[in-house]
């Protein structure tokens, strides 16, 4: 992904908090004639994460397996692929300008990560499914205990394959108004904060976060 530098942010802290906040990534790797692309939930591997370089990490992951997809990764034997992350985006109107002569854009995070795949067995797959349906009722439910349904979780996992994705690339894109002035981005800030929309607010919190707007200034 081409990042200008103006998009940039430093360290591994931000890209793991969209991960972790915006958990369906994309997942491409090579097919015949084109790219395979599907849409799958990801958890960083327990215990990684908080203080773990970003590259080298390893996320988990599952597919159906009547998925061409894992058709097509089975084949390759994994085998380098790509996850796409969507965090928190939204159009910007120009009205907010104050030049006579403007143009719309629009404000958006993304993470791409480049990395390796592994195909996981049986028992790994077990795991990978029950511990990521608990990681995500945590993170967004109401905190129910899933350890009741694992049996169940057993009786249906063989129609999915376990993923274990490697990164060794990021490329990681804030386009958050950096190029306008602090009076500007403010305006943004109050625009998105009064949305009725949560990936609005959180556009706007995380410009907050990475300290735009005038009352930084």
């Known amino acids: 992904m081409f990042t200008p530098k103006l998009y940039q942010v430093d360290g591994d802290d931000w890209p793991l908090r969209i991960i972790e906040r915006h958990p369906l990534a994309v997942l491409t790797s090579n097919g015949d004639p084109l790219p395979h ?20 990490m390893r996320l988990w992951s599952h597919l159906a397996r009547a998925n061409p997809h894992l058709k097509q990764l089975a084949a390759d034997g994994g085998g380098p692929a790509k996850l796409v992350f969507h965090g928190p985006n939204g159009y910007v109107t120009p009205a907010l300008y104050s030049a006579a002569m403007v143009a719309p854009t629009w404000n958006y995070v993304a993470v791409h990560l480049e990395g390796t795949v ?22 967004f439910g109401r905190g129910m205990s899933l350890a009741p349904s694992l049996e169940y979780h057993r009786q249906i996992v063989g129609a999915v394959c376990g ?5 060794t690339k990021a490329d990681v894109m804030f386009k958050l108004s950096q190029e306008k002035d602090a009076e500007v981005q403010q305006r943004v800030i109050d625009r998105f904060a009064d949305s009725a929309s949560g990936l609005h607010r959180e556009v706007a919190d995380t410009m907050r976060a990475l300290q735009l707007g005038t009352e930084f200034q």
Do not use: C, K, M, N
């Open 37 to 56: 692309a599907t849409h799958i939930p990801v958890i960083v591997s327990p215990g990684a994460g908080s203080g773990q370089p970003l590259l080298g």
């Open 118 to 139: 592994e195909l996981a067995g049986s028992e790994e797959t077990l795991t990978i499914v029950h511990t990521t349906g608990q990681t995500l009722e945590d993170r």
């Open 163 to 167: 993923l274990y994705f490697t990164v």
